[in-house]
């Protein structure tokens, strides 16, 4: 194909990887399998990935978290334009229910959203923290976050705030079109709370070393890792000591890992039915004393909820305490 002129602010593969959180072969993958192709090459035939290109990626990446499989994200998502200037900054009060069918008609999920509406109390309120979004604030958003996080402890503030916090910053993109800047500093902002959070703890409980510990981990088709971090912080609150390997760890890894550490618990989280991989489960390594297999997200439950299937954060976070200290 001829090259179309390369704008000046277009990503690299590599680039455009990074900023979204996922690998490199697989922003090739979708590239080649759902028609996402990037808007430019360069002279020499290299991709390049506009900032029209990047918010669509990362609206497909958002359908994912959210449960949509990744052919029809990336169905929905591929012939719409979004814009990369937001429009007048929407106020917190402002955010109406509305419509709860997407495009394309894929379902909106609900019960998380419906649940965070009737939370106002305690620090770091929904609407205080969605404001602080929509004002580019990061710093002081992740000040809300680290303090919600601190005075009502990561389950409560995670399932309360902070998830449906990023539910609302999706929605209001989902709206207008735009806004994807302030998704996207809201995840960094969470992301940024939930580790400080985990490292405070860790600090101050001291974990014991003579304890087994927990490994958290995606399989490789899996880039969105954030839960992780949620579950962490809420087992280093309790003292329990986390190993987390993060995001598209492949399974010849995670068994490799699971050898060396020979942990009390295994978590392993899926956002789609995509990124659930039965058969990878069952090639985990085994090891002495054996371990339990916990496994959390919507990806395993569209598998028939699977063995060690765990509905909540609350649920994953007593299951895991139970492996560690029976």
């Not at 028609?35 to 609206?59: I, K, V």
């Not at 359908?63 to 169905?75: F, H, K, M, N, S």
């Not at 996207?184 to 985990?198: E, M, N, Q, W």
């Not at 609350?314 to 029976?326: D, F, G, I, N, Q």
């Amino acid at each position: 194909m001829n090259a179309v002129p390369t704008p000046a602010d277009s990503l690299t593969v590599g680039a455009t990887a990074r900023r979204l959180g996922i690998a490199a072969p697989t922003l090739r993958s979708w590239e080649r399998r759902y028609g996402l192709s990037p808007s430019a090459r360069s002279a020499g035939g290299h991709r390049r990935y506009s900032p029209e290109d990047l918010a669509r990626l990362r609206a497909m990446l958002r359908l994912i978290d959210q449960g949509v499989a990744t052919a029809e994200a990336a169905a929905s998502v591929r012939d719409r334009i979004y814009p990369t200037q937001s429009p007048t900054v929407t106020s917190a009060t402002s955010v109406a229910d509305g419509t709860r069918t997407r495009s394309h008609g894929v379902p909106k999920p609900v019960p998380v959203r419906r649940s965070a509406r009737t939370r106002t109390d305690g620090p770091g309120k929904l609407a205080d923290l969605f404001q602080l979004a929509n004002a580019m604030d990061g710093d002081r958003l992740t000040h809300e976050v680290a303090r919600s996080l601190d005075m009502s402890g990561a389950v409560d503030a995670w399932t309360s705030r902070l998830m449906p916090l990023l539910v609302e910053v999706g929605d209001q993109w989902e709206r207008t079109g735009a806004c994807v800047e302030v998704e996207h500093l809201a995840s960094d902002a969470v992301a940024g709370g939930l580790r400080y959070h985990t490292r405070r703890n860790v600090e101050r409980h001291r974990p014991d070393e003579t304890e087994r510990a927990v490994v958290l981990a995606c399989l490789e088709r899996e880039d969105h890792a954030l839960p992780l971090l949620a579950v962490a912080a809420a087992l280093a609150e309790r003292g329990v000591r986390v190993r987390t390997l993060g995001a598209a760890t492949p399974v010849n890894s995670l068994s490799d890992a699971v050898r060396r550490i020979r942990p009390a618990a295994v978590f392993i989280w899926s956002s789609a039915s995509e990124t659930a991989d039965l058969d990878a489960l069952r090639g985990l390594a085994r090891t002495r004393p054996s371990y339990h297999l916990v496994v959390g997200g919507p990806g395993w439950q569209t598998l028939g909820e699977p063995d060690g299937w765990v509905n909540s954060l609350a649920e994953a976070v007593t299951t895991l305490v139970s492996a560690v200290r029976p």
